[in-house]
T-cell receptor, first 111, second 112 residues
C-alpha cells in the first residue's frame, strides 16, 4: 500500500469548510483513497473512499487530483463534533485485510 | 441498527487471568477483525475472519485466540493475560475484503 503524508494538525472555525489534504505521490493505478476519522475514545469511523473521480456522501466530499498524487477531504460545514483525528489511507480494494493507520491529521474545530 | 457491538466496554484483569472479548455485528457482513490500539499509536491487526468458518493471524497474534462463532459474532480470547496486553481493543466488520470497515466503540482493557 502506498505511503501517505498528512499535516499533523489543523484547525477551522465552526460552520466553515474544513479542507484536509493528503499526499500519496506513489499511489498505484489500482489503489483507492480511503478516509477514516477517530473521535476521542471512540472507534474509527469510515467517511468516504474513491479511486479517481470526486466523491460525495452525506458526511464529506473527496477531491482527488487528476494525477491522483494527492487528495483533499472536505467537510463542508464543520461542527464541534467534527473535532477528531482524520486518517488518509491508500490501499488496493482487494488487498490484505488490515488497515494501516498513519499518524493522521488532528482537526480542531473552534467555536 | 446497532452496527458493531463490543462487550464489555471496560475490564480490569490480573496477570494470568483469562477473558473473552465479545463482538457482534448486525450488518450481515462477511469479514470481521480484531485490532488493538496502544496510546499514541495506530491500530494493529490481531486476527481477522474473512468469512464464517475461517480465521487468520494479523500482525500481532501472539497471546490471543479467536473464534468466529457464526456470521454475526467474532470473539477474542486472552488465555493468560499479561501487562503488555493492556490496550484498547476494537472489533470491526466489512461486507467483504477491501470494503470499508465499520468499528465498534472498543473495549478498554487494563492488566495489572
Amino acid at each position: 500500500d502506498a505511503k501517505t503524508t498528512q499535516p499533523p494538525s489543523m484547525d477551522c472555525a465552526e460552520g466553515r469548510a474544513a479542507n484536509l489534504p493528503c499526499n500519496h505521490s506513489t499511489i498505484s493505478g489500482n489503489e483507492y483513497v480511503y478516509w477514516y476519522r477517530q473521535i476521542h475514545s471512540q472507534g474509527p469511523q469510515y467517511i468516504i473512499h474513491g479511486l479517481k473521480n470526486n466523491e460525495t456522501n452525506e458526511m464529506a466530499s473527496l477531491i482527488i487530483t487528476e494525477d491522483r498524487k494527492s487528495s483533499t477531504l472536505i467537510l463542508p460545514h464543520a461542527t464541534l463534533r467534527d473535532t477528531a483525528v482524520y486518517y488518509c489511507i491508500v490501499r488496493v480494494m482487494d488487498s490484505s485485510y488490515k488497515l494501516i493507520f498513519g499518524s493522521g491529521t488532528r482537526l480542531l474545530v473552534r467555536p | 441498527n446497532a452496527g458493531v457491538t463490543q462487550t464489555p466496554k471496560f475490564q480490569v484483569l490480573k496477570t494470568g487471568q483469562s477473558m473473552t472479548l465479545q463482538c457482534a455485528q448486525d450488518m450481515n457482513h462477511n469479514s470481521m477483525y480484531w485490532y488493538r490500539q496502544d496510546p499514541g499509536m495506530g491500530l494493529r491487526l490481531i486476527y481477522y475472519s474473512a468469512s464464517e468458518g475461517t480465521t487468520d493471524k494479523g500482525e500481532v497474534p501472539n497471546g490471543y485466540n479467536v473464534s468466529r462463532l457464526n456470521k454475526r459474532e467474532f470473539s477474542l480470547r486472552l488465555e493468560s493475560a499479561a501487562p503488555s496486553q493492556t490496550s484498547v481493543y476494537f472489533c470491526a466488520s466489512s461486507l467483504d475484503r477491501g470494503q470499508p470497515q465499520h468499528f465498534g466503540d472498543g473495549t478498554r482493557l487494563s492488566i495489572l
